[in-house]
């Protein structure tokens, strides 16, 4: 492997990188090698997961069909303002890290600290996770050579670690594609078969709306019950849209991120929305709320909504093909789960929050230190051929379930500092290179549900009769592990939270202006109609 070891330790750049937003190890070592179309497709790829596809039965069985379409269309406001927070922040400080390096300039070094190492341990964890429920996926055929799968799944994601993030790109461009197709496939199969367009299969329509009804008593009874039902179909679907955030962590390796980041930031919220919607819609048609089917837990296609409502219409092939995409899905969450961790920890180590030693990167600019970090644990996932090992794996997983909504809420913490920073220091918001008049409100709004969120996620715990250990642990530990990581660091180091003067707005707009980012050409022609990544 041809490495580099210049940006390991002092080199003439450090007295310019203390000054600096986009720090020369980051320029000259990474490779910009993610276009418009790779870093779309990325965020889309990350937002339509597993929990579309299996998920969705569960959040109709809590909450009923309009119970859960409103519950996803709540969190898909908070998913909104969280993105175009980002957006904004984001185009105007393109660093490797993301939200965790944002967090550092705009709020206080030890919350960049806590947030980054959080999000590192987590993305570490997910990916020997994901390819635990590869495994599952694999099993929906054969339960033959377990061992043998799992080692295949990690070689192939150390590979499409390790190779020229550009290759990354494409993979994940495909399988995006496939996510697009399949949902686009079974939205156009469940208006068919609602309507009555398969032979011998009368139409549905809304009449699951009537019986068993809208929503669905919770843990309570009466319209309590079935607001709990709806709130607990709110607070799971919030992992549904888990990795919307990871759109910029790659900053660094991404064409005019200026200009690709906050495009996609937007055009990736709409689309997503509208295929979740969508889809809760469909499945509320489909299938009734009390269908003991969508009690399964099996965690392969047999789980899934749409396999329930094909199989009711006779439709046999769908389960196999559900199945082969949600395999796709979870190695691509896996892949995700890697440049997400790879890269936040060469963040860390940027700023020296972590040791140097992650800073090498290949010749082709990958920090290869990091992927054979995340390539070691992702060993664990061969603790999956033992019940009681997976159970210690899932109790660590566990630590940080509530990572998603951390991330979140630094990440609208951060955008609100901006705006005061930008008041403060007399900066009108139109020199932003991407802004939004009412962003300001909604990230405020957003924030207070995101919190709201943390301190209800875990609600049922609450309840008589429901006390359970790691419900608890995954609704609520994360939150004093972040705490305590910000406390100790803070006083470890003495940082002290920035300054809103302090901000580097105007250096970060200074910078902007020197290094100016070709503008696109206006789209023509054909190149209209393409709605995914145009």
């Not at 203390?18 to 000259?28: C, D, G, L, Y």
């Not at 400080?93 to 980054?116: C, K, M, N, Q, Y």
């Not at 190779?163 to 496939?185: D, P, S, T």
């Not at 943390?454 to 609450?462: D, E, M, N, S, W």
Request: charge should be positive.
């Amino acid at each position: 492997m041809d490495v580099e070891n210049k940006d390991v330790g002092t080199n003439v750049d450090d007295r310019s990188d203390s000054v600096r937003i986009v720090h020369a190890q980051e320029e000259n070592n990474l490779s910009r090698a993610l276009s418009q179309r790779h870093i779309q497709m990325i965020a889309l790829a990350g937002a339509i997961g597993t929990g579309l596809f299996l998920s969705l039965g569960g959040a109709l069985m809590t909450g009923g069909p309009l119970g859960a379409l409103l519950g996803y269309a709540l969190v898909g406001l908070v998913v909104c303002a969280v993105q175009f927070a980002l957006g904004e922040v984001s185009a105007l400080f393109p660093v490797t890290g993301s939200f965790v390096r944002h967090a550092e300039l705009i709020v206080d070094p030890a919350l960049g600290f806590a947030v980054g190492w959080n999000v590192v341990y987590g993305t570490y964890l997910s990916v020997p996770a994901e390819i635990s429920a590869a495994l599952v996926l694999i099993q929906f055929w054969t339960d033959k050579y377990p061992a043998l799968w799992i080692t295949l799944f990690i070689i192939v994601t150390f590979l499409v670690g390790i190779v020229f993030v550009g290759v990354y790109g494409e993979i994940e461009f495909c399988f995006a594609l496939l996510k697009i197709l399949l949902v686009i496939g079974i939205i156009i199969m469940g208006l068919v078969i609602d309507l009555g367009g398969v032979p011998g299969q009368e139409r549905i329509g809304f009449r699951y709306w009537n019986s068993p009804g809208p929503f669905v008593a919770y843990i309570a009874s009466g319209s309590w019950g079935q607001f709990l039902g709806f709130w607990k179909v709110m607070t799971n679907a919030v992992y549904s849209f888990a990795g919307v955030e990871s759109v910029s962590v790659a900053a660094a390796e991404t064409k005019s991120p200026r200009q690709n980041i906050p495009k996609a930031c937007k055009k990736v919220f709409a689309r997503v929305a509208i295929f979740y919607l969508l889809s809760v819609l469909i499945v509320g048609m489909l299938v009734p709320s009390d269908d003991q089917t969508l009690n399964n837990d099996a965690g392969n296609a047999s789980t899934s909504p749409f396999v329930t409502a094909a199989t009711r219409a006779g439709i046999k092939v769908v389960p196999s093909i559900i199945n082969a995409v949600v395999l796709t899905s979870a190695w691509s969450a896996s892949n995700q789960c890697l440049l997400t961790g790879t890269r936040i920890l060469y963040g860390l180590a940027l700023k020296r929050h972590a040791p140097q030693i992650f800073l090498r990167t290949t010749s082709w600019g990958i920090p290869y230190v990091c992927v054979i970090l995340q390539t070691a644990i992702a060993t664990l996932a061969y603790m999956a051929l033992s019940s009681g090992a997976l159970t210690v794996f899932y109790w660590f997983l566990n630590l940080t379930a509530a990572g998603t909504l951390v991330s979140w809420s630094v990440i609208l913490i951060n955008h609100i500092r901006l705006h005061k920073a930008m008041k403060k220091q007399g900066i009108a918001r139109e020199e932003l290179p991407w802004h939004h008049s009412w962003t300001p409100y909604t990230s405020r709004a957003a924030l207070a549900t995101c919190i709201l969120f943390l301190l209800t996620g875990g609600f049922t715990v609450f309840t008589k009769g429901n006390w359970d250990n790691a419900t608890f642990i995954s609704a609520y530990l994360d939150i004093p592990l972040v705490l305590l990581a910000y406390g100790g660091w803070k006083l470890f180091k003495k940082t002290k939270i920035v300054d809103l003067d302090s901000i580097p707005i105007r250096q970060a707009l200074d910078e902007m202006h020197d290094n100016p980012e070709e503008p696109f050409p206006k789209t023509k022609g054909w190149k209209r109609l393409n709605i995914l990544w145009g």
